[in-house]
Each structure stands twice: as C-alpha cells, then as structure tokens.
C-alpha cells in the first residue's frame, strides 16, 4: 500500500510539473510527406525546417499549441520583422480566442515560404489555410497554415493581422460543420472571410490600417453586389454587427446559424434567421450615415454612394428595384412644392430621411420655404426575388401664391366642419328634385402657412322628375392646396384632388349608366366672414344664379403640420 501511494504522489507531481499535452503532436517538418500536406505546398525536400516560436493558449476543448515553422535558409529573403510579425499575431490572436466564448480549434501551425514561387502563375496570396476535418469528425489534431513572407503584404505590422486571419479559419474548421466550411469559394465566403477580418481586426492591435474593408465595400455596394456574394469586404458588416449585437461573445452563435450548403437561396435564408427585417435595414440605414466604427475605434475609410438619384418636377411614378441583400442608396430631390406619396408595396423594406433620423418613407415632403428638399433613402430587400417598389408621386402644394398674394386671415387658421348649407342645400332651394340623398361629414383645416386639407368625402344622390330617375354615387380623393385672405375674399387653390363615381339614368327606354371623373384643382374665391368665436360663413358665387351660401364651426385649432381629418 505504502509503495502504490508513492507512485500515486509522484505522478500527481508529473501533472503539477508537466502540463498536459496538446490535442495531437505537431508533424515533423523535416518530412516532405508532412510538408506536403500544408496549402499551396512547397516542393518536397525544398526547404529544411526550423521552429520559430511555440506557445500553449487554453480553449474550453483543453490546451492547444501554436507553434510557427520556416526554412532554415529563409529568412534572408523575408521583409525584416516578419517572422517578428507573425509571432505578434498568433500571440494577440490566442489572447483575443477566450472572448469568443464557447469555441474549438486545434493544434495550429504557421509555415513561413520566403516566396510563392511554386505556385500557378499570376496567383500570389498572403495566406492560406487548410483546416478541414474528415467525414467520421474525427480530430486530425492540426490546422495547417501558409503565410507568404516575400510579398508587399508580410512587413511585420500587415502580417501579424494576416496571421489572426488565418488563425480564425482554423477556429471555424474546428467549430463549424463540413457542410458550413465546404461553402468556401461556394456562396459561404461573406460569411467565412467577413468574420474573420472581424476577428483579425479586433484581436491586433494597430489593425485599422489593413482591416479597413469600407472602400472595397463601398465598391461592391456601389455595383449591387448582394452582401452574400462578397467576401473580405463583408467584414464591414461584421464591424456593424459586433457593434450592435454584444461583441465577440456573440460571434460564434452567428456563425453556427449560417448555411450548410453554398446556393444564394440556403445563404438567404440563414441571413433571415439571424436578423430581422429591421435589423438588416438599419445596417444599410448606419452604412448609409458612415455610422459603422472599426473594432480599434474610429470610422471607416467609406464614402457611400447614393447611386439610384432622382428629381421630382411632378407628378410622376418612380420604381425602384430591391434586389434580395443588396444596399440600394440613393436620393430624391424636390422642386418647390407640396408633394404627396403612395407606395406599392405598402411597407417595403426601405428608410429614409430628411433630417438625419431614418423613418419610413414618409406620406409626404413639404419643400416649401426653405424646408428640406433632398430625401435620403436605404433599402435592404430580404426576399429571394427581386421587389419592383413604385412609388407614386403628386403635387398637392404649389410654391406660387393663392389668387396672387400669400396673405392669410389667422381667424380661418383651423380645423372646421362644415355645418349649414352647402351644395344639396343650394340645389333643393333651386328647385331640383332630390328625393333622398346621403353624405359624410365634410372638414377642412386651413393652415397658417397657407396650404389646406379637404377630407375625402362620400354622396349618393337622387333625384326623380315625371319620368326619368338619375341616381349618383361619387366619392372625392384628399384635396390638398393652398389658400389666401384678403379684403373680405376668401381665395382656395386646389393643387389636387378629384371626384369620381356612378350616374344611372332611368328612363321609359331603359337605364343607362357612366362612370364620372371630375379633377378639382382650380382657383375659387368668395366673399367670407369669421368670427372668434368659431363660425364662418362662405358665399360661392354660382354664374347667373344665386350663391352657394355655407356655413362652418371650427372644431380644433389647425395642427401644426397639414393632415387629413
């Protein structure tokens, strides 16, 4: 009993003296068999191998080695501070892993080429990185790594970044399905090389520099290219991303949720599961405002496009074509006026603004005196299919002054109903026949800058002579203008608005019906009282004939903005 504790003591010793080994020994990388296995190999026995650095990082899988090898003979032909570079990198980027949360990685080793002379010609990477496990899941125990020394990309400060890249490709090989990974060069790339600029950029410090994707993306956003058919450049979005969603801790979770499979329709609909509607449109929206921020700190090297600019003159329908994850930004410019909108669909996935905070697209844009003209807009469609969105377009203010002045009365500025009189009323004391007749309420609110709103109305109307029946039923739009007082004459000037409808004609012979349109834009003015208390009375001239004597009670003071009541 006495000797098994011994030996029970003495190899508790070996565990607090000796750690634990990594998940598999590194290859021997003085074999060409052993180097052939590496990306973008070099030629077998054309390098003798030697350790540059070796280190232990802690993982929630256990401790793993990263060690970084080189030739020998190489080191002449690297850029000074490379080998340096790469060190820092690995190092940053070991210590940047434990905000990652619950992740995997392997065993990592950097080789180090002094050139890409083996390669095809015309292809000169920075790096690459075979991490790939085989169908069983079993562990292979090591990612293997090429970095590139005799290039423009290997001084010290550019590789090290390079270096945490590449470091997080093993990170997803070994957290990650093969399905996932296999979407590499396949659609899954926005995703793949996207996070792992992320990672890169927030683990090294100084990284701003070469992680600043913003003017290649303002490139791809500019050509429609769709955020899943990017690659290095979608770590702009990733940028936004960490920055709205918690940081790095959140990141592999995102990750897990992506595509098993590399078609744009499975790349779509895991873009869905993540992220809302919303939340996809607020990213173009912050793009938009150069709004996104380097994990460093500091803005982006991104000056966004509105390439899709319009001007509106008049009335007009304009369409604008949402492909699926593609940022459309573009403006449009307004003449002088009042102008109103109606969209098709109702609530595209689009944002715009005129002062700086994004909304919907909004019911209508007053670009009168001085007020904001130029409408910003962002869309990010989530659809599968391209989305034809038409927005239609109408004047329903003018710039030029009522009946010749711009002089108002402040006793008319409100919200009134109209309450005597009034058309039917007129028509009965003419004496036409109206035998039964129906209609809503009619309003009207004036405003103190001069423009006017008339609630749509609806009317049916009969009226029955000795042998003939005529039955209308119309209903008017939203009429929108402007107005003036001076003199005691009331001056409206209706910009748009119209009344259409049914007439039915009941005759011996038989019945005849029509549809009726009628626009109402024009100038009208009338005498007119108005009293503090409320009231005011309209006296229409009518040619030839009486006028049309109307009688109103305001109901609420005239808001602030025009609206419909």
Not at 227 to 251: D, I, K, R, S
Request: glycine share 12%; proline share 6%; net charge negative.
């Amino acid at each position: 009993m006495t000797t098994l504790r011994v030996w029970m003591v003495a190899a508790l010793s070996l565990f607090l003296f000796f750690p634990l080994p990594a998940l598999a020994e590194f290859g021997d990388c003085t074999d060409p068999a052993y180097l052939s296995r590496f990306p973008d190999a070099p030629t077998a026995g054309s390098i003798l191998c030697v350790e540059l650095f070796r280190f232990t990082v802690s993982t929630p899988g256990g401790a793993r080695e990263i060690r970084a090898i080189q030739d020998v003979a190489g080191d002449w032909a690297t850029p000074p501070g490379a080998a340096a570079g790469v060190e820092r990198g690995a190092r940053e980027a070991a210590a940047a892993m434990a905000a990652l949360g619950n992740f995997a990685t392997d065993d990592i080793t950097l080789l180090l080429l002094d050139d890409a002379s083996s390669l095809a010609p015309g292809r000169q990477p920075v790096a690459v990185t075979e991490g790939r496990r085989d169908a069983s899941g079993a562990l292979p125990g090591e990612c293997l790594v090429t970095l590139y020394g005799l290039t423009p990309s290997a001084a010290g400060d550019e590789i090290a970044v390079t270096t945490a890249h590449e470091m997080f490709h093993c990170i997803q090989y070994a957290s990650l399905s093969a399905g996932q990974m296999g979407t590499v060069g396949g659609g899954g790339d926005w995703w793949i090389e996207g996070s792992a600029e992320y990672f890169s950029a927030f683990a090294v410090s100084g990284s701003q520099p070469f992680t600043d994707r913003g003017a290649d993306f303002d490139a791809s956003v500019d050509g429609g290219t769709p955020l899943n058919a990017m690659a290095h450049e979608a770590g702009v979005f990733f940028f936004w991303w960490a920055g709205t969603a918690g940081g790095p801790g959140q990141l592999m979770d995102f990750l897990r949720a992506m595509a098993g499979s590399g078609g744009a329709g499975a790349q779509r609909a895991a873009m869905r599961s993540v992220l809302s509607d919303d939340q996809w449109l607020n990213f173009a929206a912050d793009y938009a405002d150069q709004g996104i921020s380097h994990p460093q700190g500091g803005g982006l090297s991104s000056l966004p496009s509105m390439r899709e600019t319009r001007t509106v003159s008049g009335d007009a329908t304009e369409t604008l074509t949402l492909e699926p994850f593609a940022i459309l930004l573009g403006t449009f410019d307004y003449e002088c006026g009042t102008w109103g909108h109606t969209l098709d669909p109702v609530n595209p996935n689009l944002a715009a603004t005129l002062d700086g905070a994004w909304a919907d697209w909004p019911d209508e844009v007053d670009a009168r005196d001085g007020r904001p003209a130029t409408l910003r807009f962002a869309g990010m469609h989530t659809g599968d299919s391209d989305e034809d969105v038409e927005i239609e377009i109408e004047r329903r203010r003018s710039c030029e002054p009522c009946a010749g002045t711009d002089r108002v009365d402040a006793c008319v500025s409100g919200v009134w109903q109209m309450t005597s009189g009034g058309p039917i009323e007129w028509m009965r004391a003419q004496g036409l026949p109206i035998t039964n007749h129906a209609e809503g309420p009619r309003y009207a609110t004036f405003l103190s800058d001069g423009s006017y709103t008339a609630a749509p109305l609806g009317i049916s109307l009969t009226m029955e002579f000795e042998d003939t029946r005529g039955d209308a039923i119309g209903a008017s739009t939203t009429a929108f203008g402007r107005w003036s007082a001076e003199g005691g004459v009331l001056n409206i000037c209706q910009d748009a608005g119209m009344v259409s409808g049914t007439v039915t004609v009941t005759t011996p012979e038989g019945s005849f019906s029509g549809p009726v349109s009628q626009d109402g834009a024009g100038v009208l003015s009338m005498p007119y009282t108005c009293s503090e208390g409320g009231t005011m009375s309209t006296s229409t001239p009518i040619p030839g004939m009486a006028p049309i004597q109307t009688g109103y009670t305001r109901i609420a003071d005239a808001p602030e903005r025009p609206s419909e009541p």
